[in-house]
Nanobody, 117 residues
């Protein structure tokens, strides 16, 4: 199983980025997909979840109204559209896949997002 994140970078406050996570080696539609982030010196935190099957979505309060998670099961890819970015969004963003049947999970290698003027 491999999860590969892309789309990170340096952006000014108020700007936007779209992260992608391409999955391989698994039956993508069977997996709940999540984005986490970890800022320097802080614990990893859950940002957004999109569930397998129902497609239900949850967001952390800190990103509600600014971030949008989506998935394309035909492309085995999950996305995180991030708008109105703030300096406190600066972190390494990780993609996570969790099987809806076994709860087994996988992580990507992370992509750096830096919000700074």
């Amino acid at each position: 199983v491999q999860l590969v994140e892309s789309g990170g970078g340096l952006v000014q406050p108020g700007g936007s980025l779209r992260l992608s996570c391409a999955a391989s080696g698994l039956t993508f539609s069977w997996y709940h997909m999540r984005w986490y982030r970890q800022a320097a010196g802080k614990e990893r935190e859950l940002v957004a979840t999109i569930f397998s099957g129902s497609g239900s979505i949850n967001y952390a309060d800190s990103v509600k109204g600014r971030f949008t998670i989506s998935r394309d099961n035909a492309k085995n890819t999950v996305y995180l559209q991030m708008n109105n970015l703030k300096p406190e969004d600066t972190a390494v963003y990780y993609c996570n896949a969790e099987s809806r049947y076994t709860a087994r999970g996988y992580w990507g290698q992370g992509t750096q997002v830096t919000v700074s003027s």
